[in-house]
């Protein structure tokens, strides 16, 4: 344009300023164009929001779960330890059990206890014997005073004799 000649100043600055239509049509249609990728822009990044959405979750319920995870975790850690101490102390119970019957007075301890169930278990068989041959010995007797002639006497039986004399 800038070898243009114009035969006055109107027609020059005709020449320079487009027509006011022309330019608001292509305002019109800038705008429009603008406006279009903005929207579709716009459109763009919700698709790209929804999807980051499904992909990361709630934060909310993501918290949630590390809080569940975090509780489960704890619990499992108290029953172990609880489950360890109790474990310490029945080993501990049976290291002092073992160490007390390593030391004389346990030793002691252990052989008196062992000798007063060996007596027991003694004296409960000789009762049982005892029991027994009484029993027996009842038995015998009860035999023996039936074959006793007494005994046949008193069931009404009687021994007869013949007396014989002597003649000489």
Known sequence: MADLRAPTPSAAAELVVKDKRELKN???HLSYRLESQ?????????TDLNHLRKILGSPRKAIESYFL???ELFGRLQRMISWTIERC???NLHIRKALSLQSPKGKLGHQRLLSLEASQRLEQHFNHTIGI????LKGLMGRLD???????LQRGYSI????????S
Do not use: V
């Open 160 to 167: 007869t004799r013949k007396i014989r004399t002597s003649r």
């Open 26 to 28: 292509t305002l019109y």
């Open 133 to 136: 041959q009484r029993e027996r």
């Open 146 to 152: 039936s074959l006793s002639p007494l005994s046949i």
């Open 38 to 46: 903005m929207a579709q822009t716009l459109q763009e990044l919700r």
């Open 89 to 91: 102390h029945e080993k």
């Open 69 to 71: 995870r975090i509780d």
